[in-house]
């Protein structure tokens, strides 16, 4: 089975209450790669510019990682954002953001990655994710990510996107903003409605709420993490946790998206464990599977 990935590669700088990492690796295709390649192969699509420190054929190695939809832009630089964590590290404010190569043509998805079967496209505008998704011949799955300002500033779009998409991956702020709803499980019904058949809301240290078209729903706590270092790609870890799962399994039935959540919260939860993608490399599948075992122990009554 094939999952494809479109998404940003960044250089961050991230402060918490607990450290600072400077100009290191970040951007949701990066760490929804690193994530899902736990799982299944992954063929990611993305943009650097020449200025970029990073050799991802090294940052990747040993990992079942395509980078053949990489494109290095000569005379660009490289998306930079930079951000604080404050408090219980739930809310953050940015300090610097510079679009770069970002706001530039998107990358080309390349021929070879046309009949890729499960497709997540990770955060950016809905026109953008419309476009890329084009280029997918006949995919089986598709998921999207989104944000508060595409939802303010492009409802439009987005709703066009999610007459296209099988899943929906939102936080529980955006899935009120779009839907109108303040009650969660009305706010992700009617996100149902709008097309796509599952809807999952993410409520960063309270878990994650999922519901199914046909009205099942999975409620869920975060892994009972004791040491939070950095947040940051807490959520396309999981997204790529979740969705490599699926492709593992190639099977989207219910107990098998109740089953991927699982492991997307798994997942996360290493990645907050430290800065950048360092709690995801010094992780393996049978960390994974064990953790997993105690989120189990922890929900079983």
């Known amino acids: 089975m094939s999952l494809l990935v ?84 739930n809310q953050r404010t940015t300090d610097a953001c510079e679009l770069n190569v970002l706001a530039e043509d998107p990358p080309k998805v390349p021929d070879v990655y046309r009949d890729s079967e499960y497709v997540f496209l990770a955060n950016t505008t809905p026109a953008l994710q419309i476009e890329l998704l084009e280029q997918v011949d006949s995919p089986k799955f598709v998921a999207a990510d989104t944000m508060n300002l595409w939802i303010n500033e492009y409802k439009d779009d987005l709703k066009k996107l999610l007459d296209k998409i099988d899943c929906l991956v939102l936080n529980d702020e955006e899935a009120i903003l779009l839907s109108g709803d303040e009650n969660l499980i009305l706010a992700a019904d009617s996100i149902t409605k709008m097309g796509p058949k599952v809807v999952i809301v993410k409520k960063g240290q309270h878990g994650s709420l999922t519901a199914v078209a046909d009205g099942d729903k999975f409620i869920l706590p975060a892994y009972p993490a004791e040491k939070v270092i950095d947040p940051t790609g807490a959520g396309d870890s999981f997204a790529g946790g979740f969705m490599g799962y699926l492709v593992k399994e190639n099977k989207t039935d219910t107990a098998t998206l109740k089953k991927a959540v699982a492991y997307g919260t798994v997942v996360a939860s290493f990645t907050i464990a430290d800065f950048s993608l360092q709690g995801l490399t010094k992780t393996n599948r049978g960390d994974i599977d064990n953790r997993l075992a105690e989120l189990r122990k922890v929900v079983k009554f």
């Open 6 to 89: 479109t998404g940003s590669i960044g250089i961050d700088t991230v402060r918490t209450p607990v450290g600072e990492s400077k100009d290191c690796l970040g951007g949701s295709a990066i760490y929804f790669s690193m994530a899902a390649s736990f799982f299944a192969p992954v063929r990611l699509v993305g943009v650097i510019g020449e200025d970029c420190p990073f050799v991802l054929e090294n940052v990747f190695a040993g990992k079942d990682v395509d980078l053949a939809g990489l494109e290095i832009r000569q005379g660009s630089k490289t998306f930079r954002w930079s951000g604080t964590y404050f408090g219980d590290m």
